[in-house]
Antibody, heavy 118, light 107 residues
Framework: EVQLLESGGDLVQPGGSLRLSCVVS????????MIWVRQAPGKGLEWVST???????YYADSVKGRFTISRDNPRNTLYLQMNRLRDEDTAVYYC????????????WGQGTTVTVSS | DIQMTQSPSSVSASVGDGVTITCRAS??????LAWYQRKPGKAPKLLIQ???SLQSGVPSRFSGSGSGTDFTLTITSLQPEDFATYYC?????????FGGGTKVEIK
């Protein structure tokens, strides 16, 4: 069964760091593009970052230079390293699998909550 | 960046009614559009990709159409489980962008 399981969300102070993990089962993380999406309280869905099959990263302007997407193929895990966190990064973060057709997301995890607050 | 504008932002309907949601892209995205359903406390679910291709397991009362800049999601004969928020998303180019969402509420 194809599954994504996120973890790593926590309460962190502004300026702090967190690393989110997304353990993949049912497929190989390097065989598909992988995506992070977030939803802030009361807001809509926001794309955060993508890593392509070839390993190329893409970022939303709001996180560029602060967040880093990566994957560990032996562990079959996707990561999002988040540095210099801001209040506006508070959200539920989802990892998702690229469907293989133009960056659409056909499998999602259950989400992990990041709260940035002093 | 490509802006995605959804309308309406909310709609009230009864079980059995039909609902149409529109999504407009700020530039031509060909057919590179997806629709997602989002229920409280649950992860988004992909309903339709490439504007009109229904995901496996999604009921046929859902359909998508459009190309270029204008797209629609139609739900015929609303069922109780369809009351949710729906989002469009363009996959044409980075940064990927979502519409603001349409909440389908029970009248």
């Amino acid at each position: 069964e194809v599954q994504l399981l996120e973890s790593g969300g926590d309460l962190v102070q502004p300026g702090g760091s967190l690393r989110l993990s997304c353990v993949v089962s049912g497929f190989t993380v390097s065989s598909y593009g992988m995506i992070w999406v977030r939803q802030a309280p009361g807001k809509g869905l926001e794309w955060v970052s993508t890593i392509t099959i070839g390993g190329d990263p893409y970022y939303a302007d709001s996180v560029k230079g602060r967040f880093t997407i990566s994957r560990d193929n032996p562990r079959n895990t996707l990561y999002l390293q988040m540095n210099r966190l801001r209040d506006e990064d508070t959200a539920v973060y989802y990892c998702a699998k690229d469907s293989g057709l133009k960056a659409f997301m056909d499998v999602w995890g259950q989400g992990t909550t990041v709260t940035v607050s002093s | 960046d490509i802006q995605m504008t959804q309308s309406p932002s909310s709609v009230s309907a009864s079980v059995g009614d039909g609902v149409t949601i529109t999504c407009r892209a700020s530039q031509d995205i060909s057919s590179w559009l997806a629709w997602y359903q989002r229920k409280p406390g649950k992860a988004p679910k992909l309903l339709i990709q490439a504007a009109s291709s229904l995901q496996s397991g999604v009921p046929s009362r859902f359909s998508g159409s459009g190309s270029g800049t204008d797209f629609t999601l139609t739900i015929t004969s609303l069922q109780p489980e369809d009351f949710a928020t729906y989002y469009c998303q363009q996959g044409d180019s980075f940064p990927l962008t979502f519409g603001g969402g349409t909440k389908v509420e029970i009248k």
